[in-house]
């Protein structure tokens, strides 16, 4: 990893995101962070540069390939090429599949799976070049085994998945990582939707007994991150056991 300097992290305003992007800096990374909510992205730019990383914060909406491209060429120009992806950025959807409109459809597969597929594309030409590099997707236990009333969420993930597998195989040769963290109940702000009863209820559900913490989650990312190359291709699941 020593030869990996930067790093760039989609949704790293607030939770997950945001945890890794702290531990990355703490690892010595040159960062670059994005997100749609730009005083979140600015005051976590203002951490990153208090633990003394250099920062670039972007906002923008990765769901759009415009905006993508316009973040890496702002990364290009300030660090230059990206060593490190982080796809991160997610949004969910509670609901029946039959009451979901196709907008609601469309900006959910844009953010969850179109802003992965943009952020490879652009970050794998200039890692094919190095020969090295790695792409950690941030996925969810229900990618892979679906749950009620969120299958259209479950299915940008299983797509996600997907994705991460085929991906890996077709970059190995190029000596670049590609795995996903599949998380399952994380103390975030995606959560906090959950009354006190309905999270008590969920933690008796998993064996840990309760919802892991963006932390562990970030702490977890730092070790893909840093597993030796031959780790590819991997849907790594964090989650107390539950699924």
Wanted: proline share 2%; aromatic share 6%; charged share 15%.
């Amino acid at each position: 990893m020593s030869s990996i300097k930067t790093a760039l992290i989609t949704g790293a305003s607030r939770g997950i995101g945001k945890a890794i992007a702290l531990r990355l800096a703490k690892e010595g990374f040159r960062l670059v962070i994005c997100a749609k909510n730009e005083a979140l992205l600015i005051n976590t730019r203002k951490e990153l540069l208090a633990l003394g990383a250099p920062c670039l914060a972007v906002a923008a909406d990765v769901s759009d390939f415009a905006a993508c491209k316009e973040l890496f060429n702002k990364t290009q120009a300030s660090f230059g090429p990206v060593n490190v992806l982080v796809n991160n950025a997610g949004v969910s959807h509670i609901g029946l599949l039959q009451d979901m409109s196709e907008a609601e459809w469309n900006g959910l597969v844009g953010v969850n799976l179109s802003s992965v597929f943009y952020c490879c594309r652009l970050a794998i030409p200039s890692m094919v070049t190095a020969k090295s590099g790695r792409i950690l997707n941030i996925s969810s236990v229900w990618g892979s085994v679906g749950a009620s009333c969120e299958a259209a969420y479950s299915a940008t993930k299983g797509g996600v998945n997907a994705l991460t597998k085929a991906l890996a195989k077709e970059l190995a040769p190029a000596g670049i990582q590609v795995n996903a963290l599949a998380c399952g109940a994380i103390d975030t702000d995606m959560n906090r939707f959950l009354s006190e009863e309905e999270r008590n209820a969920l933690a008796l559900e998993i064996p840990a007994g309760r919802l892991g913490t963006v932390a562990e989650a970030a702490d977890m990312a730092w070790r893909l991150l840093s597993a030796p190359d031959y780790l590819t291709g991997q849907i790594v699941t964090l989650d107390g056991g539950w699924i």
